[in-house]
């Protein structure tokens, strides 16, 4: 197994990309510590996560307080002894399709303060018992924004791109204490819509732009290489990877998981 005996918190467990890494991470041998703000999303995740014979236990912490993370982290690193693997797959609600004229600082903000504050909070955390032990692997999450352009991308276009740097960055600090950082940039996931959150947003962003859901996913698909999009289960196999042993000569990289809407 991939994971075998691996210790991975999962920032975020509750969400789309939080609850398929989950069980991704528990078929491949993973003891789990789910944190997020939903107990009943948790719940589920973590009862997903059991089935594939996983150790798994859940806590209710706000990803953006510093000081709730540091008490957790403590709690997983005294129950566990360490942490292997740390994944924030922590979601924001965000506008897309609006002009900058028609988009308010507050909207513009909002993705970019949430991520970029989620990511460090949770990096700053984790970082700390990963140093002490010499090992680990720090993975985030991006979007296609970081590298696309055009009309109402403004604010996801900025979070992503930053995102990005402050992972390669994280990776360049961390790497000589023994600690790999993978940035994952996944595209819109069609079975993402089946979440409830993740569903009520595209669905938002999609009412922007004057057309349904269902069109809105049919034309980003037909903008892939693949003429399709990814799915959860394909993100999370490649989070599973990117945190075993297999790539640990990988580091400092962003991960394309677009089907083919970018090209590196």
Known sequence: MLLDDKVAVIHGGGGSIGRAAARVFAREGA???????SAPRLEEAASAARAEGAEVSTAVVDAMDQAAVDRHVDEVTDAAGRIDIALNAVGFDHVQGRSIADTSLEDYLHPITGYLQTNFVTAKAVSRPMIARGSGVILTISTPGARLTGKGLIGNAAQSAALEGFSRALAGELGPSGIRV???????????????????????????GGIS????LTGLAGGTLLGRLPVLDEVAEYLAFAASDRAGSMTGAIANLSAGMLVD
């Open 213 to 216: 859901m269902d069109e809105w």
């Open 31 to 37: 003891r789990l510590f789910l944190a997020g703000r």
């Open 182 to 208: 993978v940035c994952v940039r996944p595209n819109a996931m069609s079975d993402a819509v089946a979440t409830s959150y993740t569903g009520e947003m595209f669905g938002r962003i999609a009412e922007v």
